[in-house]
């Protein structure tokens, strides 16, 4: 058995951070989109289709059709570097580990079950936001990124990148995801995809919810559901 986890959203508490600085830098330049659509439209994307989409935002700007499409690409991809950017300065102090997941990975440990990490996102922002939260000295050696593939999620290549490099037969592993575009992958991997949907903070459903479950995906809450979940069937 393989363990494979996302990052932003399922080990570190990262997205709604960065779905609210995506939302405010917009806002400076006069570009109205609330959190919740950024946290809704973007999750699980890769590092291109994300930059695609924030040009798609800029499109709005007074003067935008007088530029030529080069400009209009490196325009999008200097302000999505800039949403990053600011994105790392605000989780150096409040990024935090997802509610519950330290003790999950606390519990593979013991039961010496093999896990890793892999994610769209770039091995640099990896690299702070695991330390930040104290999860790096669980997965040191073990996190992959869409950098070290020729596709990103939603291809399966990240997810069986990740497996042969731990030496785990695909069917073996168990890909835990907070977004489509991962469940998707895993889908596509011939992995068990686990989808993790916590409640909108009114309580209400997730919107990714059904989606998951349409996928084939095993859906749950809250991370004290996760362990008997990965070994629900064994």
Not at 166 to 171: C, D, M, R, V
Request: charged residues 20%; aromatic residues 6%.
């Amino acid at each position: 058995m393989l363990v494979i986890f996302d990052c932003d959203g399922v080990l570190v508490d990262s997205e709604i951070l960065s779905a609210q600085v995506s939302s405010d830098c917009l806002k400076e330049i006069g570009i109205e989109l609330s959190a919740d659509y950024f946290l809704e439209t973007y999750r699980g994307k890769s590092v291109a289709d994300c930059i695609a989409m924030i040009t798609a935002e800029l499109s709005r700007l007074d003067g935008w059709k007088s530029l030529t499409a080069a400009e209009q690409a490196e325009r999008g991809a200097q302000f999505w570097r800039r949403i990053q950017l600011q994105t790392l300065v605000v989780c150096e102090t409040q990024l935090k580990p997802v509610a519950g997941v330290m003790a999950v990975l606390d519990s593979l440990q013991e039961k010496q079950i093999p896990f890793c990490v892999a994610s769209n996102g770039k091995h640099e922002k990896m690299r702070m936001t695991l330390a930040k939260t104290g999860i790096m000295p669980y997965v040191h050696g073990r996190v992959f990124s869409f950098e070290d593939v020729t596709r990103g999620k939603p291809a399966p290549d990240l997810f069986l990148h990740a497996a042969k490099s731990l030496n785990i037969p695909a069917e073996q592993a168990i890909v835990v995801e907070d977004s489509l575009t991962g469940i998707q992958a895993a889908v596509a991997a011939g992995m068990r995809p686990l989808g993790y949907c916590p409640p909108n903070s009114d309580g209400s459903d997730n919107v990714l919810l059904e989606p998951m479950r349409a996928l084939g995906a095993d859906v749950f809450f809250a991370m004290d559901e996760l362990i008997p979940l990965i070994f629900k069937n064994h």
